[in-house]
């Protein structure tokens, strides 16, 4: 007996859905700047997938969605270098990630 599963967009859309507040959980709970940027990463990459998901189930065939995607990769990349040279610039001075003890950005 072979089961044949259909995804269809609905789907996509709850996986993202879960991702995203996934990524907004850890961005809202934890201490830590390295796992708050993860979740910030999780959330960016939720809503890809969304984008992603929209585009490939779009009956026109626009590619609308995949070029917002290529755009927000782009906005990622960059938030990836400014936020991981901030987050080691503040660790060689403050010896410190917790983000609730880094209550300033003045050294």
Do not use: W
């Not at 809202?28 to 585009?55: H, Q």
């Amino acid at each position: 007996m072979e089961f044949v599963t259909v995804i269809t967009l609905n789907h996509y859309i709850a996986l993202s859905g879960i991702l995203f507040v996934l990524g907004l959980a850890a961005v809202m709970t934890r201490r830590s700047i390295i796992i708050i940027y993860m979740g910030l990463e999780m959330m960016l990459n939720a809503a890809n997938l969304a984008l992603v998901a929209f585009s490939r189930f779009n009956p026109d065939g626009a590619m609308n969605g995949t070029m917002m995607v290529f755009f927000i990769i782009t906005v990622a990349a960059a938030e990836v270098a400014v936020g991981l040279a901030l987050i080691v610039a503040l660790y060689r001075k403050k010896q410190e990630i917790h983000a609730d003890t880094l209550s300033s950005l003045k050294f």
